[in-house]
């Protein structure tokens, strides 16, 4: 499995990105698909995650803020960021995992490269 973020880049507090992450296969109807982040200095952490019946979950930080979403017919998994804040510039991953409970929380199997996200 291979994972590729993009749609990262750099924008002012209050502005919005748009995220997606890519699969080398069609594993997305299957698995669950995170997104996490981490900050320079800090532990990486969930952020939001998706399950193959589309159920997300957040984490309380960006609850209200961030939207994932699955779009079956290209393959991706998408974060929409609105109301963007400067603690939320980190690198951002994209990550897959099959089987178990798929929370934002949850442990993941895979990851992508990671698009970096810098809020000022």
């Known amino acids: 499995v291979q994972l590729v973020e993009s749609g990262g880049g750099s924008v002012q507090a209050g502005g919005s990105l748009r995220l997606s992450c890519g699969a080398s296969?069609?594993?997305?109807?299957?698995?669950?698909v995170g997104w996490l982040r981490q900050a320079p200095g800090k532990e990486r952490e969930g952020v939001a995650a998706?399950?193959?019946?589309?159920?997300?979950s957040y984490a309380d930080s960006v609850k209200g803020r961030f939207t994932i979403s699955k779009d079956n017919a290209k393959n991706t998994v998408n974060l929409m960021m609105n109301s963007l804040k400067p603690e939320d510039t980190a690198m951002y991953y994209c990550?897959?995992?099959?089987?178990?409970?798929?929370?934002?929380?949850?442990?993941?199997?895979?990851w992508g490269p990671g698009t970096q996200v810098t809020v000022s």
């Open positions: 990550a897959v995992k099959s089987g178990g409970t798929c929370r934002f929380s949850s442990p993941f199997d895979f």
């Open positions: 296969g069609s594993i997305y109807g299957d698995a669950c």
């Open positions: 998706i399950d193959s019946d589309g159920i997300a």
